[in-house]
C-alpha cells in the first residue's frame, strides 16, 4: 500500500525491548536475508527499551539518523538506510526520512541493542510508509535488519523458526509475558562497545569444526527448552539454557579468527551460578556476543542472585528485567 506525495509528514514512533534468547541464533544460511543455520527462543526483556521515531519527508536530499541524541556512525546509517530502501520498496514510496532512536540501555555492549533497534524501526518505518503488515511479516521484515530482532516483535517468550527461506524464517510468541515470572539479572561487565559484531560473528561460524554439530543438535535443545518455558520447569530451562550457550561460546571460540567474548570475571560468575544452584537458588546462565553474564530466575531468587553477584565484585552495573510485552506503537 502506499500513499501520496502530496501529504506532508508520514511519522510514526514505535517503542521495543531487547531479548535474550535460551537457545542461541549464530550463524546463517542466508546472510544477506538473515535465514538462520538453528531456530532459536528468547524472552523479551521488560524495562529496557529502544525508543525510535520515524519521518518521511518530502524535504529531505538523504535518510538520517540520531541515535540517543547523537547523529550516528557512517557504518549505522549505511545499514538502516538499506532497511529503509527494503521499507520504500515494498511501500512504492521514494522519500527520505529522519530516524531519531533512543536506548534506555548500554548499546553494543552483549544487551542485543540490535534486536530492539531493529524491531522498533521495522514497526515505526512501516507505519509511517502506510504498511500495515500482520505479526509474521513484521518479525520477517525485523529480520532482514538484525536476525534477533524478529524475536522483539511478539509477546513474551518467542520462537523464531528457521524456515528455509525468506517466507517461512519468522517468529511467534509460544507463551505471553505474564506466563511465567522469570528475571534477567544482567551483570554487566563492561558497557563499552563490543570488538567484534554479530554479523560479523556469524559469517564465521561455519570456519569452527564444531558449529555442524551444534547446529545438527538444535532441534533437540529447542524441543526441551520449548517444553521447560510451557511447563515452567525452572532445572529443565537452567540445563539446556547453559548447556546452549557453552556450545555457542565453543563454536566463537573455535573459529577463524577465534572470538573470545568472556573476560575473567564472566567466567567467575560461570563458574559461581551452578555452585549458588546446588545450594538450593534456582538460577543459570547464559552469555550473547559480548561478556555480560545474564542470570535468569524466578523473581522470588532477584534479590539473592544480585546480593551474591555484589559479593563478587567487579561488576560494573546490575541490570534486572522481567519478561516484556511485544513491540508497540507509540500513540
Ligand atoms: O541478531 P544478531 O545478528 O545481533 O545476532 C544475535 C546473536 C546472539 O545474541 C549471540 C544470539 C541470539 O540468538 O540472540
Redesign the pocket.
Known sequence: MSFSLDEKLHTATAISHP???FI???GNRDAAL?IPVNG?I?MNLDGLETTTRVTFDPDLQSDSLMLNSVPADESACRRVSAFLDLIRSMAGISLRADVESRNNFPTGAGI?S??AAFSALALASSTAAGLKLDEPSLTRLARKG????S?SIPDGFVEWLPGTGDEDSYAFSIAPAGHWDLVDVIAVVAAGEKKV???E??GTASTSPLQTARVADAPRRLDLCREAVRTRDFDALAAVMELDSDM?HAVMMTSRPPLFYWEPISLRIIKEVPRWRSTGLPCAYTL??GPNVHILCPAAATDAVAAHLEDLGGISQILRAAAGGPAQLVL
Open positions: 531479548n535474550i534468547a542461541k541464533y549464530w538473515r532459536s528468547s542485543a540490535s534486536a538484525s536476525g534477533s530482532a524475536r559484531g554479530s554479523t560473528g556469524h555457542m550473547d556476543a
